[in-house]
């Protein structure tokens, strides 16, 4: 009798571990997703030294997708978030890459993490942004709300804009990080045509904002237009450093 029980105590218990291992074997695997961008010709050309440097400060983005799941909306009220499918580092990290890849070669300017403070006379425009949304809507549409800014270091004005992207994406969770990675880069191809203006401009003389009556001699400067098929929203918007 005890070695009959035993005989299925070592039954059940083999049948377990073996059940164990199927559904091990079975979980999906994890996927990893990125926005980096694809390398891609400068607006400049090639340089032997940037005129100017862009410093593109940490990004800031929603508490709700700030996880290193891929959040997507199930409906207005509901989202769902992807165990499964997950950012190759944190998102805040993933755009400010991505912003630093884009704004590299669309201002043709040397972008980085941070700017070194060497000395030397070449200009330096601080990029910052706030995400305000940042939706994932499969098989119909990604969004990205955010409020940016161009800062000169030389003098501390700012002009800050305030861009809104959505793009169509197909069924599947590449597409919506395919979608997501299109919409950064309209946004950083329009901070690029910013800090062109401003490095075109010089810093000789006091920033005005387009639309504002500003004294003879000021730079004018608007936030970009919206482009085709993209919905763009502007604030012309100037902060002057407090005297």
């Given at each position: 009798?005890?070695?009959t029980?035993s ?6 218990t083999?049948t ?6 199927l ?23 090639s ?8 410093d593109?400060r940490p ?8 996880r290193?799941?891929?959040?997507v909306q ?5 989202v ?14 993933e ?9 590299s ?5 040397a ?9 030397d006379?070449v ?15 499969p ?34 969770y ?7 990675r ?13 800090v ?5 401009s ?13 004294r003879?001699?000021?730079?004018v ?23």
């Amino acid at each position: 009798m005890k070695q009959t029980r035993s005989w299925r105590t070592m039954v059940r218990t083999v049948t377990v571990i073996g059940l164990a291992i199927l559904t091990a074997c079975a979980s999906p695997p994890t996927r990893f997703y990125t926005l980096g961008t694809e390398a891609g010709p400068t607006m400049t050309g090639s340089t032997a030294g940037p005129s100017f440097r862009i410093d593109v400060r940490p990004v800031k983005v929603p508490a709700a997708v700030a996880r290193s799941q891929l959040v997507v909306q199930v409906n207005a009220a509901q989202v769902e978030v992807r165990e499964d499918d997950r950012w190759a580092s944190s998102l805040p990290d993933e755009i400010r890459y991505a912003l630093i890849a884009g704004l590299s070669h669309q201002a043709g300017a040397a972008g980085a993490k941070t700017v070194a403070r060497n000395g030397d006379d070449v200009p330096v425009y601080q990029v910052a942004v706030e995400v305000q949304r940042f939706e994932s809507w499969p098989g119909s549409h990604t969004l990205i709300d955010v409020v940016w800014d161009v800062r000169t270091l030389a003098d501390g004005e700012t002009l800050t804009c305030h861009s809104v992207v959505s793009e169509p994406v197909s069924d599947g969770y590449q597409a919506v990080v395919d979608g997501h990675r299109r919409a950064i880069r309209v946004v950083a191809a329009q901070i690029a045509k910013v800090v062109r203006a401003l490095a075109a401009s010089g810093t000789g003389s006091p920033l005005t904002p387009a639309g504002a009556s500003g004294r003879a001699g000021s730079r004018v400067l608007s936030c970009p237009h919206a482009t085709d098929g993209v919905e763009t929203v502007t604030d012309r918007t100037v902060a002057r450093p407090e005297e």
